[in-house]
């Protein structure tokens, strides 16, 4: 199964907003809704932000969102901080158990 | 609050083995499915396998399949991570994680996850 393909890097100033993709198949992002969106930050372990495409887990701001159409899914983070500043992983659930993430974005807050 | 606590990441040689360890406290660990997921150093995440609660099947990435081995003592509240013939594409941090609800399959949202075990393969 290959890996879900995301842009290496996305960047905004402070109070703009960023949008990540992540394209898959018909296989995984488009065959269910269960894509996860996580947020690690240098030495830390992955924080899950997203989850059954929009969810936001108790405790995430709303600044964060996130969407799915057809074969892409997309996380928005509206307002940047400065603490958003982080890599961004995004996986989906693959069927026949098999679940793949894709190969993280770098979003930098200039 | 939820823990996942690890143990056993070490430097083994190639062709080795190792065995990983998480132990969960403060949510009923019989009910989850429960994985390991990994991160090669400077690279993204890998999922790597998955049990279920009561750990009778597991699934395993290709990656790994038939050299890793995925456990659980429940009466121990105890996820383990058996890895052999070990190479050098086995080196990262290695984590478990928890799903957000004890639903099978797994569906890759994990809501909790162990502080890392590094594994580093080489002579």
């Known amino acids: 199964q290959s890996a879900l393909t995301q842009p290496p890097s996305a960047s905004g100033s402070p109070g703009q907003s960023v949008t990540i993709s992540c394209t898959g198949t018909s296989s995984d992002i488009g065959g269910y809704n269960y894509v996860s969106w996580y947020q690690q930050h240098p030495g830390e372990a992955p924080k899950l932000i997203i989850y059954d495409v929009t969810n936001r887990p108790s405790g995430v701001p709303d600044r964060f969102s996130g969407s799915k159409s057809g074969n892409t899914a997309s996380l928005t983070v509206s307002g940047l901080q400065t603490e958003d500043e982080a890599d961004y992983y995004c996986?989906?659930?693959?069927?026949?158990?098999?679940?793949?993430f894709g190969g993280g974005t770098k979003v930098t807050v200039l | 609050e939820v823990q996942l606590l690890q143990s056993g990441g070490a430097l083994v040689q190639p062709g080795g083995s190792l065995r990983l360890s998480c132990v969960a406290s403060q949510f009923p660990f019989n009910t989850y499915g429960m994985s390991w997921v990994r991160q090669a150093p400077g690279k993204g995440l890998e999922w790597v396998s998955v049990?279920?609660?009561?750990?009778?099947?597991?699934f395993y990435a290709d990656s790994v399949k038939g050299r890793f081995t995925i456990s659980r003592d429940n009466s121990k509240n105890t996820l383990y991570l058996e890895m052999s013939s070990l190479r050098a594409e086995d080196t990262a941090v290695y984590y478990c994680a928890k799903p957000t609800a004890p639903r099978w399959p797994v569906r890759g949202a994990f809501d909790f996850w162990g502080q890392g075990n590094l594994v580093t393969v080489s002579s």
């Open positions: 049990i279920t609660p009561g750990g009778g099947t597991k």
């Open positions: 996986t989906s659930y693959a069927g026949n158990n098999n679940v793949i």
